[in-house]
């Protein structure tokens, strides 16, 4: 999306109005005025949304990145959990209700954080007339 998005920009940047010249540059400037406020205000929409397309993937592999931990445990964590599954079955068991109730509390907080973003961006946008 960020690379289709650049490309519009790219493209957008070649469509640049060219300053007018000839014998009538005073009526061509009237319209190579407009042309290029035009182009301008196309050219910040532009910028501004890629800017918020950059923003929601950092905030996307912040969320990943947050999941993802908790997800994979090291070799040693793992050697000690087989130990203790081994030894005391009953502490492994409250040991995995535990992490699953962190995994909801975390899951939870995501969400949250996810909606929350997304009603700052609405308000944003909203702001802004759209």
Same mark, same amino acid.
């Given at each position: ?7 519009? &920009? *790219? ?8 300053? @007018?010249?000839? *014998?009538?540059?005073?009526? +061509?400037? *009237? ?17 501004? +949304?890629?800017? &918020? ?22 070799? @040693? ?15 492994? &068991?409250?040991?995995? &209700? ?15 954080? *996810? ?8 308000? +944003?946008?909203?702001? +802004?007339?759209?």
């Amino acid at each position: 999306m960020l690379n289709l998005h650049r490309s519009r &920009q *790219i493209e957008h940047e070649k469509n640049k109005p060219g300053k @007018a010249t000839g *014998i009538f540059t005073a009526y +061509r400037l *009237i319209g190579y005025r407009k042309r290029f406020e035009t182009w301008e205000k196309t050219e910040k929409q532009l910028d501004k +949304r890629y800017w &918020q397309l950059e923003r929601r993937l950092g905030l996307a592999e912040e969320y990943q990145v947050d999941t993802t931990i908790a997800m994979y445990p090291s070799k @040693a964590e793992q050697l000690a959990e087989h130990k203790l599954r081994k030894s005391d079955p009953q502490l492994a &068991q409250s040991l995995d &209700q535990a992490r699953k109730r962190e995994r909801e509390r975390r899951k939870g907080e995501i969400e949250r954080q *996810i909606k929350r973003d997304r009603e700052r961006e609405h308000d +944003r946008d909203r702001g +802004r007339g759209r």
